[in-house]
């Protein structure tokens, strides 16, 4: 719910409010259903299948290098135009679908407790402007701002420390990823052998790499407060065009991002989630 800065108290939806509502919903799911219908189609990689954990980035049928050229390889395959592709593609995926929960719950809050309830995604991809406005205005406001409250002040009161309080504050995140992926669709995950997520199924997923992508972006952080406070570097971000700034953004998380979408990808989330939606499928051909 909203609160007012100045009473603390929930501030009541007005009928405008409850229309907007009502219209996010529908926008949300209406791009729900077309994101699933058409990448579905693909197996949700529609650049391809490469895989950093597999792939190399020579040629596509050719895998003769030598064995010491391969750590070269798997980094530069972290940046292959197929991985950033898909990876940036399931990356909006989550920011619609958190974005059409948030709208449902949301709108029904406001039509049975008729309290007025923010957009808790506020377009991260598109509008961020640093990698501290990505994760801390934009991207899921409802659990950062629990996570402030249970996490960041309690430890920033211990250590003194705003640095140790935002490590806190990831390490934390990715332990709950661990669990959620891991206990809810994961563990004793069924597996559909005839699929892609079937041949990987839950042995693709790796202990630690939610938690290792959450780290990740702390360390981007932690550089944003230190290139901030350089001069030289705040003249030449003053002069990257605004329409540039968050690609630049997300480019920062996109080569690691299949650490936290591995997980989904191979524990067949994406097929689940698909039950919840109207999906548009292509008529088979009968002979």
Known sequence: MAFDATTNRPILATWDDV???MMRVLRDASIMTLLCSVLSTCDY???????VRHDVVDDDDHHDRHDHHQPLLR???LFHWKHLGDCLVIAYFFQQGLSLS?????N????????????MMRSPILEASSPSDFWGRRWNVLVHSAMKRGVYKPVRHMTNSSILASLAVFVTSGAFHEWLVHACFIYDKNE?????YGNYGGGGVRIGSQTAFFVWNFVVIAIE???VKNEIFANYARRVP?????SLIVMTSLPVAHWFRDPYMYGGFFRDYEMCLAMMRRKAMTT
């Open 19 to 21: 229309r907007d509502g």
């Open 108 to 119: 029904v809050i406001q039509c049975t407790l008729g309290y007025k309830s923010p957009s």
């Open 242 to 246: 605004r329409s540039l700034v968050p």
């Open 192 to 196: 559909n052998n005839d699929s892609f």
């Open 45 to 51: 990689m529609p650049f391809g299948s490469y895989d």
């Open 225 to 227: 407060r230190f290139l």
């Open 75 to 77: 980094i530069l395959g």
């Open 102 to 106: 948030f709208s449902i719950y949301g």
